[in-house]
């Protein structure tokens, strides 16, 4: 029934643009976690902007949604198709020019399809930091749009909304929707912008992207500093807001649960303290400034900390080395949950005071549904964003475990809504969170986002299923 469609896509994408074999298709119809897999009808790799917007167009107009793709490193399965190979996958992975860096204004123009790390790396080259910086290294600018990346530096820089200047879209008519300024100021009308940051690709696909650069840091004062339990973690950052002020870039809680996942897994990470401690927090202060003393401001604040009671225990990184080391145990109780069989993931939120007995009532939430399990709350202690990982009970089959993976993430999601919090901090709601976001969030701002999407895509062109 397709196949003239396929066939006009072929002549005007070109033959390897639209992939339709089961085995070339079958990387982008499972998500990275593989708890999700679909079937598309063809998976589509345009060129440019001008060949996406042809795509759509010829899609819209034959009644075929389009799921759009980046990375997949995507935690809701917002970037899976559905089942029923009744949607093709629009991937952006051939969008990878780097169009333009502009030193002097701060800012640079990114197709959709240039992963996180080469942005980086761009902006690193021209002396210049791209503040988004997440261990989904391989995410593309794209899906870190569409999905209001948040990650490390959120405490200092905000989310990926805040890096945003200016987007370039494909309408799910087909237009192309130019707003690619980089003005720090626009309050001409309406800030269009924003309608396609966070909302998943379900109101446009994003091409390109201007993003606000920052200086380059130059010095960096990075300790991993232990604590009795999550409120002495709270406590602690409240002084380093206080004392340190803006230079704090990151306050990452790391548990014991988490440490040893990496360890059991890594091999080569090892045990930073004499002792093994419950809880420790990440701290790092940044600067582009020769003429700010971090170290010293790191070492007094810490020692302030220290004196309070609210720290026990703190190793200060003295190389860049010893900090990579540091960010490596962050960074790699992340990836040693992706590769954990079994390991429940969560995005949930809350007012940063409210953390501790957040910690404390999702840990009980849980173990009175599965006794034994073991938490692994980690993550951005500064934007009360804990990711309340779970793993099965040591030595449990894990398919048993996820079989209770519904009654357990409603349970952690009721907890952060009891406190004031959210069901989806920074991963969003993708297909995963759909149920969840109809029990947790208010009617009124359901029906907002449904006639959100009438206006822009009133024939459910784009990503139908995902967030409503
Ligand atoms: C080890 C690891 C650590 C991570 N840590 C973090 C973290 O700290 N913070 C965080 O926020 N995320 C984190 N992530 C999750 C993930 O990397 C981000 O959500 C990322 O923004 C997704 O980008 P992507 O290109 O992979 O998007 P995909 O997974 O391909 O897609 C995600 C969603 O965006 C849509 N989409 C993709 N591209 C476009 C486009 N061009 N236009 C419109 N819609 C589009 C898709 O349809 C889908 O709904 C982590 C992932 C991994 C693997």
């Known amino acids: 029934m397709n196949a003239p469609l396929l066939s006009t896509l072929r002549a005007v994408l070109g033959d390897d643009a639209v992939l339709t074999d089961a085995a070339d298709r079958a990387g982008y119809e499972t998500d990275l976690l593989r708890t999700r897999t679909g079937q598309a009808l063809a998976i589509l790799r345009p060129g440019s902007t001008a060949a996406v917007a042809a795509a759509v167009r010829l899609c819209a107009d034959a009644g075929v949604a389009v ?15 559905p089942t029923d190979g009744s949607a093709v996958v629009l991937s952006t ?16 123009v990114v197709e959709a399809g240039v992963t996180l790390a080469d942005a980086r790396a761009a902006a690193e080259s021209h002396d210049r930091l791209l503040a988004l910086h997440h261990g989904g290294l391989s995410s593309r600018i794209g899906g870190n749009v569409a999905t209001n990346a ?3 530096n959120v405490l200092r820089y905000g989310m990926a ?50 993003l606000r650069l920052h200086p380059l840091p130059r010095t960096f ?31 990452e809680l790391i548990p014991r649960a988490g440490l040893d996942l990496h360890f059991a897994r890594a091999g080569a990470g090892r045990e930073p303290f004499d002792r093994r401690h419950g809880w420790q927090v990440l701290v790092e202060l940044a600067g582009s400034s020769r003429f700010i003393d971090l170290a010293g401001a790191l070492e007094a604040t810490v020692g302030d900390g220290l ?5 026990t225990d703190a190793v200060v990184a003295t190389s860049g080395a010893q900090r990579a080391a540091l960010w490596a145990l962050r960074e790699g109780l992340a990836v040693a949950q992706v590769e954990a069989p079994g390991n429940l993931k969560n995005d949930t939120a809350v007012p940063v005071p409210a953390i501790p007995r957040f910690i404390r009532d999702a840990e009980a939430a849980a173990r009175a549904i599965v006794p034994d399990c073991v938490p692994i709350p980690f993550g951005h202690l500064g934007d009360g964003n804990i990711h309340f990982n779970l793993n099965p009970p040591p030595g449990t089959d894990p398919a048993a475990f996820m079989a209770r993976w519904p009654d357990l993430v ?29 029990r947790a969030k208010p009617a009124l701002d359901l029906d907002l986002m449904r006639r959100l999407k009438a206006a822009l895509d009133p024939d459910a062109v784009l990503n139908p299923g995902v967030m409503l």
């Open 221 to 251: 004062a990075t300790a991993l500093v232990a604590v009795a339990d999550p409120a002495a973690a709270v406590a602690l950052l409240a002084r380093l807001r206080s004392e340190a002020g803006e230079v704090l870039s990151a306050a």
């Open 67 to 81: 799921v759009p793709q980046g990375g997949n490193t995507g935690f809701c399965g917002g970037a899976t198709p």
């Open 150 to 152: 948040g990650g490390n």
């Open 307 to 311: 004196a309070a009671g609210e720290a």
């Open 161 to 210: 909304r805040s890096l945003v200047l200016g987007l370039e879209v494909v309408l799910a008519d087909g237009r192309v929707w130019n707003g690619l300024r980089a003005l720090a100021k626009d309050n001409a009308g309406t800030d269009l912008k924003q309608l396609f940051i966070g909302t998943e690709g379900t109101l446009g696909i994003v091409t390109a992207a201007v």
């Open 410 to 438: 409603a349970a952690i999601e009721d907890t952060a809504v009891a406190l004031g919090g959210s069901i989806a901090a920074e991963h969003g709601l993708g297909r995963s969170k759909v149920a969840a976001a109809r």
């Open 93 to 108: 992975e051939r969008l990878t020019r780097i169009r333009a860096v502009d030193t002097m204004g701060n800012s640079m």
